[in-house]
């Protein structure tokens, strides 16, 4: 009675599926703002802070900022261009694939001029 009995036994392995899952629905990607339209978002909001007296001033934002005092003076120097100028700036869709968005370096030469007019000349306004 000490017989050993041995059977093959075939086993076929299916992996189950899961719960079904509902497709992901697919999300475009959105077009980056550009740079000077968050630089200029960035001036309006660090003078708002400065103004509501959440900071004593511009030094102490470039602190915060782990940013030179130069640095931050040149992104709020944009608060010196013409209100249509910042609108536009504020306002420059990325979509608008035919206009390319204007560089800072150049924005600073036009935030230079005193006149207002004379920003609207140096930056081509349609």
């Not at 629905?25 to 909001?45: F, G, Q, S």
């Not at 120097?77 to 608008?96: G, K, T, V, W, Y």
Request: aromatic share 6%; hydrophobic share 40%; proline share 9%.
């Amino acid at each position: 009675m000490n017989e050993k009995y041995e059977q093959e036994i075939p086993l076929n392995w299916v992996r189950r599926a899961g719960r079904p899952t509902k497709p992901k629905p697919v999300r475009e990607v959105p077009a980056r703002i550009p740079r000077i339209t968050r630089l200029m978002a960035l001036a309006i909001k660090f003078q708002d802070m400065v103004d509501r007296g959440e900071v004593r001033d511009y030094a102490d934002i470039a602190r915060l900022g782990y940013v030179t005092r130069a640095r931050l003076t040149q992104i709020m120097n944009l608060l010196l261009l013409a209100p249509d100028i910042q609108e536009r700036l504020l306002c420059f869709s990325p979509d608008d694939l035919l206009d390319e968005p204007p560089v800072e370096r150049h924005l600073r030469r036009v935030a230079a001029a005193v006149d207002w007019a004379e920003q609207r000349r140096c930056v081509e306004m349609p």
